[in-house]
């Protein structure tokens, strides 16, 4: 991967990071959904793994979050904001 693209899934990766923060600090969020952002963050962090498996696997565990129906609007947007910047750095990889 080149190091534009690199630098790119890097800030895509960060900016869900944002979010996902945003998410695991929200009390008003039932827990299992903030310890689903919190797995998601730990794979993020994951430098082991490249940007694209991250993404894609990140991409999969907040899909299955979204099936909770006590998930409040307001979470339900960000989790769909992150899974559309990882779907980007999928592009961007891929």
Partial sequence: MSSLASNEANEKIAQALYYLE????????????????????????NNEMSPGLRASTVVSLLDDALSDPNMPTYSRVLILQIIAVLEQVKDIVG
């Fill in 22 to 45: 945003r998410i695991i600090h929200d009390m008003g969020i039932p827990r299992n959904i903030r310890r689903a952002a919190s797995e998601a963050a730990r794979i993020l962090r």
